[in-house]
């Protein structure tokens, strides 16, 4: 069974930087893609990024590329995502989400597996 659990949100003022993490438990050595999505009150969820499994490779939605690193530690159980010059408008919960096989890593349907999310404020 897949168990995701995000940390490391927080309150921040724009310009500055927080690092969330992902630890994962069930899914070190399978095939597909871990991602990182968030959601603002009273908007539709959005995909931020994702991490093509076990391959590396890597893919940002334009509104955060630049700004958002995705990486994976050492023991591949846990995904990070680096947030830099952060906004008011990036202001959301944050998921991390993964998924087996193959196909879209940008459509948070295809993704059966998700974290409780951690909440990130951005102040002007």
């Known amino acids: 069974q897949v168990q995701l659990v995000e940390s490391g949100g927080g309150s921040v003022q724009a310009g500055g930087s927080l690092r969330l993490s992902c630890t994962a438990s069930?899914?070190?050595?399978?095939?597909?893609?871990m991602g990182w999505f968030r959601q603002a009150p009273g908007k539709d969820r959005e995909w931020v990024g994702s991490?093509?499994?076990?391959?590396?490779?890597?893919v940002y939605a334009a509104s955060v590329r630049g700004r958002f690193t995705i990486s994976q530690g050492n023991a591949k159980t846990t995904l990070y995502l680096q947030m830099n010059s952060l906004k008011p408008e990036d202001t959301a919960m944050y998921y991390c989400?993964?998924?087996?096989?193959?196909?879209?890593?940008?459509?948070?349907?295809?993704?059966?597996?998700w974290g409780q999310g951690t909440q990130v404020t951005v102040s002007s």
């Open positions: 989400a993964a998924k087996r096989g193959t196909g879209a890593c940008s459509s948070g349907a295809e993704f059966p597996y």
């Open positions: 069930g899914y070190t050595d399978s095939t597909g893609c």
């Open positions: 991490l093509y499994t076990p391959g590396g490779y890597l």
